[in-house]
């Protein structure tokens, strides 16, 4: 009798963990993926997705750090975020033949510096970090990275930088001319003095409200990325998006399976779905940067192919990648930005 009873106990048990619904648990970028295809993955597979969102690199890699490593499936960091979170053991391999849409990735992201193999990662999305100008506030060449650490009078105290560490002093860099990652004392006291002046002429640290202080007139210019910005004008900002001379910064996210995903079968069936080239491009015409994936060029919104933003000028330079540094020279990075930040 009692084992009549421990059997029927465990069908019991049985039936409910098969009726239970599979869950899938994304650590993602603020403002960057639409809901109409979050709730398409679910049509599609069951499985319910719940997305917390970050608004850096940084504060991603510090958040998992403090112990939501094992609490989320996948994750959206960028390029050099890849590098450092694979470095310091947060992403899980994924296995041959796992991914069933892999050859659908453009050739020039399939074997990538920051994730060799694509081992562990598959692009998302890219585009260029640059800066905007509010055209009613200043009608001068805006071509240039003065506007930022230099500005105008017409922009001075009317300024908003990105609040990432990476891309920001980055940015400083190119202004300068210096190598990122620098070790010169002469150079880093550069970079130094050049922020914290700098600082007298910015309004806000802000990234996920980059858009939203350029459309409500709170800023007459900041830094952005290229896709955001193009949200802002077609919100009826008077904003022009800036390739400047000194250069600026390219980037590509990327979808990792994170190390302990609670949900890895999901997480494996959600980075397939991304794959699919009108999934991808419902990424791009909702976010406004160019996917990673071939075959989306039907499914894309036709303005897409000539925004400003998204089209660098025949005299632009070249994009610059954000480099990791070394353990020592990352100290004294944060040492500047945490300077800069009091």
């Given at each position: 009798?009692?084992?009549?009873?421990?059997?029927?106990?465990?069908?019991?048990?049985?039936?409910?963990?098969?009726?239970?619904?599979?869950?899938?648990?994304?650590?993602?970028?603020?403002?960057?993926?639409?809901?109409?295809?979050?709730?398409?993955?679910?049509?599609?597979?069951?499985?319910?997705?719940?997305?917390?969102?970050?608004?850096?690199?940084?504060?991603?890699?510090?958040?998992?750090?403090?112990?939501?490593?094992?609490?989320?499936?996948?994750?959206?960091?960028?390029?050099y975020m890849v590098s450092i979170m694979l470095g310091e053991g947060m992403l899980d391999e994924i296995q041959p033949?796992?991914?069933?849409?892999?050859?659908?990735?453009?050739?020039?992201?399939?074997?990538?510096?920051?994730?060799?193999?694509?081992?562990?990662?598959?692009?998302?999305?890219?585009?260029?970090?640059?800066?905007?100008?509010?055209?009613?506030?200043?009608?001068?060449?805006?071509?240039?990275?003065?506007?930022?650490?230099?500005?105008?009078?017409?922009?001075?105290?009317?300024?908003?930088?990105?609040?990432?560490?990476?891309?920001?002093?980055?940015?400083?860099?190119?202004?300068?001319?210096?190598?990122?990652?620098?070790?010169?004392?002469?150079?880093?006291?550069?970079?130094?003095?050049?922020?914290?002046?700098?600082?007298?002429?910015?309004?806000?640290?802000?990234?996920?409200?980059?858009?939203?202080?350029?459309?409500?007139?709170?800023?007459?210019?900041?830094?952005?990325?290229?896709?955001?910005?193009?949200?802002?004008?077609?919100?009826?900002?008077?904003?022009?998006?800036?390739?400047?001379?000194?250069?600026?910064?390219?980037?590509?996210?990327?979808?990792?399976?994170?190390?302990?995903?609670?949900?890895?079968?999901?997480?494996?069936?959600?980075?397939?779905?991304?794959?699919?080239?009108?999934?991808?491009?419902?990424?791009?015409?909702?976010?406004?940067?160019?996917?990673?994936?071939?075959?989306?060029?039907?499914?894309?919104?036709?303005?897409?192919?000539?925004?400003?933003?998204?089209?660098?000028?025949?005299?632009?330079?070249?994009?610059?990648?954000?480099?990791?540094?070394?353990?020592?020279?990352?100290?004294?990075?944060?040492?500047?930005?945490?300077?800069?930040?009091?």
């Open positions: 009798m009692n084992v009549l009873k421990l059997g029927a106990a465990a069908l019991i048990l049985s039936a409910g963990a098969a009726g239970a619904q599979e869950k899938l648990s994304v650590y993602h970028w603020f403002e960057y993926i639409p809901q109409e295809l979050v709730d398409k993955f679910t049509a599609e597979t069951g499985i319910e997705v719940t997305i917390d969102t970050y608004d850096s690199n940084e504060a991603l890699l510090a958040n998992l750090k403090a112990g939501k490593l094992g609490s989320y499936d996948v994750a959206v960091p960028g390029d033949g796992e991914l069933k849409n892999i050859g659908n990735i453009e050739p020039q992201w399939a074997d990538v510096a920051f994730d060799p193999g694509r081992k562990h990662s598959i692009p998302y999305q890219w585009g260029s970090t640059s800066f905007m100008v509010n055209r009613d506030a200043f009608k001068g060449d805006i071509r240039t990275t003065d506007i930022i650490f230099n500005p105008p009078a017409e922009l001075s105290g009317k300024i908003n930088v990105l609040d990432t560490a990476g891309e920001t002093l980055t940015f400083a860099s190119l202004h300068l001319g210096i190598p990122q990652c620098a070790t010169d004392r002469a150079q880093l006291k550069a970079l130094d003095d050049l922020v914290q002046g700098a600082k007298a002429h910015w309004a806000s640290f802000n990234s996920d409200g980059a858009k939203d202080v350029l459309v409500s007139g709170d800023v007459a210019a900041g830094m952005i990325w290229n896709g955001f910005g193009q949200k802002a004008r077609l919100e009826g900002a008077n904003v022009e998006y800036a390739y400047p001379k000194e250069g600026y910064i390219v980037w590509m996210d990327n979808v990792v399976l994170l190390k302990d995903a609670p949900n890895r079968a999901a997480a494996i069936k959600f980075m397939d779905f991304l794959l699919e080239p009108e999934n991808a491009a419902a990424v791009t015409n909702f976010a406004r940067y160019t996917a990673g994936v071939k075959g989306v060029e039907p499914f894309l919104d036709e303005e897409l192919k000539t925004s400003p933003e998204q089209n660098p000028p025949a005299d632009a330079p070249a994009g610059t990648f954000v480099q990791v540094c070394d353990e020592a020279t990352q100290k004294v990075y944060d040492q500047i930005w945490t300077r800069l930040k009091q």
